[in-house]
């Protein structure tokens, strides 16, 4: 029983952190995309609405932004059918605002302040005692 328990477990939290993964690359993929794009506004006014859709939409990191969403998204609904809702939600939510945090650090060179590192310490502690 114990060991059916603990492959559950392992199962749930594989799954994730492929969501969290994904998720995370997705947003700083496709934050990436709008800032090299600029203001989509400044591009409306020159090249008209067709001109700001074609730019969006000819993003290849908005692509592949969207390609990790949506990996994200089909592995999200993998870790329901596998695990509590309970336990999926708070933990893919909380882990994911902790990897992007980092990730908009690393990749973005963000600037990410003291009170965003220490919530992000407490949602930590909130995810343990989740486990618990």
């Given amino acids: 029983m114990t060991e059916h328990l603990s492959a559950v477990s392992l199962h749930a939290w594989v799954t994730i952190w492929t969501v969290v993964i994904f998720a995370t690359a997705?947003?700083?993929?496709?934050?990436?995309?709008?800032?090299?794009?600029?203001?989509?506004?400044?591009?409306?006014?020159k090249s008209g609405?067709?001109?700001a859709i074609k730019a969006v939409v000819s993003s290849p990191f908005l692509g592949a932004g969207?390609?990790?969403?949506?990996?994200?998204?089909?592995?999200?609904?993998?870790?329901?059918?596998?695990?509590d809702l309970s336990l999926i939600a708070p933990a893919t939510a909380s882990l994911t605002y902790?990897?992007?945090?980092?990730?908009?650090?690393?990749?973005?060179?963000?600037?990410?302040?003291?009170?965003?590192?220490?919530?992000?310490?407490?949602?930590?502690?909130?995810?343990?005692?989740?486990t618990q």
Avoid: H, Q
């Avoid at 990749?107 to 590192?117: H, P």
């Fill in 98 to 130: 902790i990897a992007t945090s980092a990730g908009a650090r690393l990749f973005l060179k963000e600037r990410v302040d003291k009170r965003r590192w220490i919530a992000a310490l407490f949602v930590c502690a909130g995810v343990a005692l989740l």
């Fill in 66 to 83: 969207i390609g990790c969403m949506a990996i994200s998204f089909f592995a999200l609904l993998y870790a329901l059918s596998a695990a």
């Fill in 49 to 51: 609405l067709g001109g």
């Fill in 26 to 45: 997705g947003d700083i993929l496709i934050a990436a995309a709008m800032r090299r794009l600029g203001d989509l506004d400044d591009i409306r006014t």
